[in-house]
DNA sequence: TAATTAAGTCAAGACAATTGACTTAATAAG
DNA sequence: CTTATTAAGTCAATTGTCTTGACTTAATTA
């Protein structure tokens, strides 16, 4: 037995560990529920009423909860909810798109305190890292102002971009970011903020900020059809999101849409890359969403032409997540303007029949969430808060 | 605040979950390991040499492992490996099909020790579940002439059968098994039998059962097609089986294949009963496997014409899995003749491109898993062995 | 033969949840 | 108005599980 064969094994848990499950389990109850009682947190998360005091005391001693006006609810002694503070945390939210990059700074809800977005130069990363890191920059400065103690509960800096991650070459589709996805982005934001840095692509970004305060608050079993430049899936499985082995679960913009003949990507067909190229729009143009924006409400015969031959193969997408995920309801969202969404939406009804016709059903199976050019950033900066805060798996873990 | 709507929260853990999960790790280790010492245990887990030593002793004295000869590792003592003992649990898989029943008996390590099979007659559950009950018992029966201690060493019965479950009705399709579905066979199941019954649909039962001792052993992100009756995909996800919300993830073979137009399930054209239709055979023969066997080895004409179109299918799934899913490998798996499945493979070369043709990829894109008309049985009732035995997020936390 | 290395044990300690009795403050009943 | 009841929340002791650091054992190497 003298090999050195790498042994496979599962990490084992510790004191630490239950205690900080039971902190995010506290601090998700909140979130999802609003203010709380102890004795109501106890009730929720079978733990003790002396443990959930306990764990309350610290939170509100790190200054992540506080108490609230007591209130009389019929015998007994009053309770005393607790809530989330606002200000407990904070973190920046970065997306790299192909033409632009946006920056948002976040608390401990989800409110979006500053917002800047800056153009990015055509040279790729070389050029654009220096704009970024002057983005990021500017939104510290501005957060600064708004909260002083924001730099001392900084949780970290999420980056969104359009994937997939780590693949052996795209040759020169346009319709990547290549020099982006092979730049050594996390490595030089870590260096250029001393944040901690995540990465995630845009869809999952978008997910994150469903889950955080949009149409996904609660549900552990959702998937959000996303649709922006390109086309993702973001999936929250088991409450969790899943990002798959190598990051890049959720790609259906690459799902080739026919069995055998000439095949297309879906994204070729339903993203907005695709409207503009079928409405021959500059996708650089300051004014691109107002534009869009008139053309739907005008009811201009080619983006309703466009709106119906998407709307049919996101209808059959719809379709397939939900046989694939068995979810509890699926979202439609995007960086698109909301208008274009909803019509979207629209057309796409009646849905396809699939195993999610449940009798017992409560939630649509198809709705909108947030769709606004912003989510992606504001999921970008709920990645960090969601990392730190909330209930996961592996955060029971030791290392 | 006198409502009282029900609170949302997840559950919280206490020191009874920290040692569940350790001892959870620890006998995952050894399977996907083989033989560790206590040494070795401990860097793998990240836990101290002193918790692993006690939690060792636990496991031998309830007697799921045990030590092994001594092996000298150059200096320093030598070290005694401890290995799974098989005798250490049992549980009883049942898979409920369209013609006949099989009953299996597994060990902790996933040896099979009986197998029985029924014909189930025509008449559906009222009169079939007679010939199950009874199925049931004399495995039982024979598992406890071969281990004595059998029974108090059960961990329950998994049962597995085509999905999907709770819809609202499926008018009568003959590929569906309808009145089976709707039939209260958990509770019948448990009642008759005594022991913890759980039901999983039949993909996801060969998945189990590559994960634990297939294709899969020790993978984390793993999806496996299953050819049967029906088409299913199994889905390991981080590590565990994820079957959705209402545990009806992975019926792929409801996916439509094309978008718009006159759209087929993808089950109607790539299943065994599929091929049973285009080739005019009985589904209920029970000389089938030995006559397909045949034709594919004589290279039969339709039959290669129809593992033609099938493989088309099913390499456009393998696609679509990989890009939806990004898992570390697909396993192609089912319960059909190994020649048939071998062929399958074979033809389904070369796959699509996807994301999954990465630079660094050491597991193939595709492989063949178990193909044997027991893997669902077989999974079936390695299904209870690891709800009580993997380590899953589950199993930590309180109630 | 002595030094070194690694496996494994011992006993005390630390940490976090649990337990059960107690306090507080409200409503309901007589 | 007084007393019983109910529920929130605290106190102090206890329990369960992992950790720590010193120690023992048994091999190889110098």
Redesign the pocket.
């Known amino acids: 037995m003298n090999d050195t064969r790498p042994i496979r094994a599962k990490s ?5 560990g ?2 900080a499950h ?1 902190r995010r389990v506290m601090i998700d109850a909140l979130r999802v529920n609003g203010a709380l ?4 947190l106890a009730r929720a998360t079978r ?5 959930v ?3 309350i005391d610290e939170l509100e001693s790190d200054g992540l909860v506080t108490s609230r006006q ?1 209130v ?9 909810p607790y809530a989330l503070v606002p200000e407990g945390a904070f973190a920046i939210g970065l997306q790299i798109d192909r033409h632009m990059t946006r920056a948002i700074a976040v608390d401990l809800v989800g409110n979006v305190l500053v917002r800047l977005e800056a153009k990015l130069p055509s040279g790729g990363p070389t050029t654009g890292i220096r704009v970024i890191l002057d983005l990021i920059a500017a939104v510290r400065r501005h957060l600064t102002a708004i909260a002083s103690q924001s730099e001392q509960r900084l949780v970290g800096l999420g980056a969104a971009m359009p994937g997939p991650f780590g693949l052996a070459g795209n040759g020169d589709d346009p319709w990547m970011m290549e020099a982006w996805q092979k730049f050594p982005l996390l490595e030089t934001l870590a260096v250029g903020t001393g944040l901690d840095v995540s990465i995630q692509n845009d869809a999952a970004a978008a997910t994150i900020a469903e889950r955080m305060v949009g149409a996904a608050h609660g549900l552990d079993h959702a998937v959000c059809l996303y649709i922006g430049y390109g086309i993702g899936a973001g999936l929250i499985l088991g409450g969790e999101l899943y990002t798959g082995a190598y990051g890049n679960a959720g790609e259906i913009g690459m799902a080739l849409l026919a069995v055998g003949g000439k095949s297309t990507p879906l994204e070729h067909r339903a993203s907005l890359a695709s409207l503009y190229q079928y409405l021959s729009l500059d996708p650089a143009d300051p004014n691109l969403y107002v534009k869009i924006h008139d053309l739907v409400s005008t009811e201009d015969r080619r983006i309703v032409e466009w709106v119906e031959t998407a709307a049919a193969d996101l209808r059959w997408s719809v379709h397939l997540i939900e046989t694939v995920f068995d979810p509890q309801t699926v979202i439609l969202c995007g960086s698109a303007p909301r208008i274009l969404v909803d019509r979207l939406l629209v057309t796409m009804g009646p849905l396809l029949p699939s195993l999610a016709e449940r009798p017992d059903r409560t939630v649509p199976r198809l709705q909108v969430g947030m769709a606004d050019p912003w989510s992606v950033a504001l999921g970008a900066a709920a990645g960090p808060i969601s990392l730190e805060f909330d209930p996961r798996y592996a955060a029971i873990l ?1 290392d």
């Open positions: 084992g848990t510790n004191h630490e239950t205690s039971n009682s102890r004795a109501d733990l003790t009423k002396q443990t005091s306990n764990i007591t009389r609810n019929g015998r007994g002694q009053p309770s005393t030791k």
